[in-house]
């Protein structure tokens, strides 16, 4: 099996360049996840406050982002980075971040880390994810259609259900059916506490406006513009460890609705993917000062990638 290569800091940075970078934090991945839920309870209070579409949209766009933020901490928790202690890392990964959106650390980790010794290669798990580009500007806009309308959220959510029960047959479902509710257990509590303290306050429907709605469509869409920007047009069984990802350059409107927590530095994190998410930033400006972030795949934004990823003609009919 290829296994990805691999960059040796100590080739690009000195000893003090690389003690700054992959310097732990016991604070600031806790704040990032606090950030992540304020941002999610002040976005659905300025809709309470303030309602109307404009209000209502931007909420639902702002909390959706914030629910894939909690994804990328989780993301971070899988590498370790959230908090030098590795209980309090897992134990703020598995509860505070994976559990809200219906994921799970323990089973996460062992794919990811799948994906970052083979990024690129053929055993790399996530390489489906990227193969289908270039894609045609119609095959994207039907998969945006799909995000935002709520279909690839049931997909997702229900679909290993339902094909467990087909494959079934005839047979009882009540053991499958309460297999799925223990899996998802986590997830179920975390929504039912959402929603008792929702009607406490007299807003038991801001559950389903400001919390389900934003997962069952912006969620979906921002994760899948991520993963384009991340792994899209990137070359299968590269070599060069410098191009297994790509970096893209995100200004604050795209930090806050697309790329929160630094997600944006994917090249950086192939790299040197035990740097916690904040110290990718300074890892970027240092190999540009070095001149070497020329050697990487970057884009100068999410536009920019989305063309290039849809650049595939259409064939006519």
């Known amino acids: ?3 990805a290569a691999r960059v040796k800091p100590q080739d690009l940075f000195t000893v003090d360049e690389w003690a700054r970078i992959s310097a732990r934090s016991s604070w600031r991945g806790i704040a990032m996840v606090v950030h992540a839920w304020a941002v999610i309870i002040a976005a659905g209070a300025m809709f309470v406050l303030f ?24 993301h971070e928790a899988a590498h370790g980075g959230l908090h030098p202690n590795l209980k309090v890392n ?27 010794k083979y990024a690129q290669q053929a055993e790399d798990p996530d390489l489906i994810l990227s193969a289908p580009f270039p894609t045609t500007r119609a095959s994207l806009r039907r998969k945006i259609i799909r995000d935002l309308t709520g279909q690839t959220f049931f997909k997702q959510r229900f679909g290993p259900l339902f094909g467990k029960m087909k494959a079934a047959g005839d047979q009882p479902k009540g053991a499958i059916f309460a297999g799925e509710v223990a899996r998802q257990g986590p997830f179920l509590i975390w929504n039912l506490g959402i929603l008792a ?3 406490a306050l007299g807003l038991w429907w801001a559950w389903l406006a400001l919390w389900i709605v934003p997962m069952a469509t912006w969620f979906p869409l921002v994760t899948r513009l991520r993963n384009i920007a991340e792994h899209a047009l990137v070359a299968k069984d590269e070599p060069d460890p410098f191009r297994h990802a790509r970096t893209t350059r995100a200004n604050l409107i795209e930090r806050a609705l697309i790329a929160p927590y630094h997600v944006n530095f994917h090249a950086e994190h192939h790299m040197f993917m035990h740097t916690p998410c904040w110290n990718l930033p300074m890892a970027h400006r240092l190999l540009e000062k070095k001149g ?23 064939v006519a009919a």
């Open 292 to 314: 070497l972030t020329d050697r990487m795949l970057t884009a100068p934004g999410y536009l920019t990638v989305l063309k290039a990823a849809t650049s595939r003609p259409a």
């Open 197 to 199: 303290v929702l009607s």
């Open 90 to 116: 897992d134990w703020l990964g598995e509860w505070l971040c994976a559990a809200p959106t219906g994921a799970s650390l323990a089973k996460y980790r062992p794919y990811h880390l799948t994906h970052h």
């Open 51 to 74: 309602p109307n579409p404009l209000t209502y949209v931007l909420a639902v766009m702002l909390i959706g982002a914030r629910q894939l933020g909690l994804a990328i901490l989780m």
């Open 1 to 3: 099996m290829a296994v």
